[in-house]
């Protein structure tokens, strides 16, 4: 079957109910029928439910769509989607391992790799986005796992994903790609060679603002170590979340096509207005990776920048001039969002971090709803006008 019907039909059997829709398995352990049984779990000589911090139900079936969706053999949610890029550096590294990363990380992904995990000893070297000979050079000795982000938060700039592996191929280094901005309906990091694929599943995947994720994905040996770590460090989805999130996957490619049609036809919109300096966005030919955009993913998404004429001033005047968008720090939301980086998901970087990661003080980050894009643009234009 096809990934848009995968996404509808794979859940879990019907209970003696025989519900439409899958119900809540609100619980937080599961009996066993005697001691045996429950000797037999817990030594995994048979697999089974012992306690939802291990697994449960609906957490099983939202991993076990996404793990379809984007060609994995195996999967791990975890309680937001900063847990899963924790979950993994932890689970997968060792005081005196290294880390090459894509310069322009999301802003707690940042804080982890400069300030937290060098506590445990473990290094980290960024790279800017697209310069190959910058990884290569990066790559040291004792470098294990290269964390790319693409698109990146948000510039929007894409990295050629094979020429990483090609560069990381038998050098026993993990390839982890935050996939997060893509969804599993705009690209597939894993048969493009990534080893893993992460999810904040708070965005695109629960799509309505509703409720915190996230989702890791790789090969059954990967994810079994990962599995190892999050098991006693607790890091677990809860399943109504889990439950909510897997629901949302069944419209999640019908609402990403709408997201990346109107982000697409706003990001044309903008580059012809006068008040803009310069807009991307991965499908606009206008972008310095167009071809391999077009290449690596399916779709453009629902992120559009923009740098507004005028700075810090005509920006904070074009948010505030909004009467549709929302301003509020997430996105991939059926609402439409404005964000100004600089003194929000960013601000935690000096000012020097922000511009080596493409973020100027007149910044604007768009995340494209599902309103009429006719009203979406009208928005748009009149807080132009205004600014
Ligand atoms: C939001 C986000 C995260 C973190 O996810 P949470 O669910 O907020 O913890 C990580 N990476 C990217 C690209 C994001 O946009």
């Known amino acids: 079957m096809r990934k848009e019907t995968v996404a509808i039909r794979s859940q879990l059997n019907r209970?003696?109910?025989?519900?439409?829709?899958?119900?809540?398995?609100?619980?937080?352990?599961?009996?066993?029928?005697?001691?045996?049984?429950?000797?037999?779990?817990?030594s995994e000589e048979e697999k089974g439910n012992i306690y939802s911090r291990y697994s449960n139900p609906n957490v099983s079936e939202f991993i076990e769509k996404m793990a379809l969706l984007e060609g994995a053999e195996s999967g791990w949610a975890t309680a937001s989607g900063m847990a899963a890029v924790f979950t993994v550096l932890g689970a997968l590294l060792k005081s005196g391992d290294h880390i090459v990363s894509s310069r322009a990380v999301f802003g707690s992904t940042h804080k982890l790799l400069t300030e937290i995990l060098p506590k445990w000893g473990i290094t980290c070297t960024y790279v800017d986005a697209v310069n190959y000979m910058g990884y290569a050079e990066a790559i040291q000795a004792n470098t294990r796992l290269v964390y790319l982000e693409t698109p990146s938060n948000p510039g929007l700039e894409i990295i050629d994903l094979q020429r990483i592996t090609a560069l990381t191929s038998g050098k026993g280094i993990t390839v982890v790609v935050d996939n997060c901005f893509a969804t599993p309906f705009g690209q597939q990091p894993l048969p493009l060679g990534a080893d893993i694929s992460i999810h904040s599943a708070t965005k695109f995947i629960d799509g309505q603002g509703r409720s915190l994720g996230g989702v890791i994905l790789g090969s059954s040996e990967l994810i079994k170590k990962i599995e190892g770590f999050a098991r006693h460090t607790g890091p677990c989805?809860?399943?109504?979340?889990?439950?909510?999130?897997?629901?949302?996957?069944?419209?999640?490619?019908?609402?990403?096509?709408?997201?990346?049609?109107?982000?697409?036809?706003?990001?044309?919109?903008?580059?012809?207005?006068?008040?803009v300096d310069w807009v991307r966005y991965p499908f606009l030919t206008s972008h310095p990776d167009y071809e391999l955009a077009k290449r690596q993913m399916q779709s453009g998404g629902a992120i559009v920048t923009f740098q507004i004429k005028g700075g810090q001033q005509s920006g904070q005047t074009f948010l505030n001039s909004l009467q549709l968008f929302s301003l509020t720090a997430n996105l991939g939301d059926t609402r439409s969002i404005a964000t100004h980086p600089a003194s929000t998901t960013h601000s935690k970087l000096t000012r020097e971090e922000r511009a080596s990661v493409g973020i100027s003080d007149g910044l604007i980050r768009l995340s494209i709803g599902l309103e009429h894009p006719e009203d979406i643009w009208d928005d748009i234009e009149k807080a132009l006008e205004e600014s």
């Open 237 to 275: 989805i809860s399943p109504f979340n889990a439950w909510l999130l897997s629901k949302s996957l069944e419209t999640l490619s019908v609402r990403f096509e709408r997201h990346s049609s109107s982000a697409h036809e706003i990001a044309r919109r903008l580059e012809e207005h006068s008040k």
């Open 15 to 42: 209970s003696e109910f025989q519900e439409h829709s899958v119900p809540l398995y609100m619980t937080s352990s599961y009996v066993f029928e005697d001691a045996a049984q429950m000797r037999r779990r817990f």
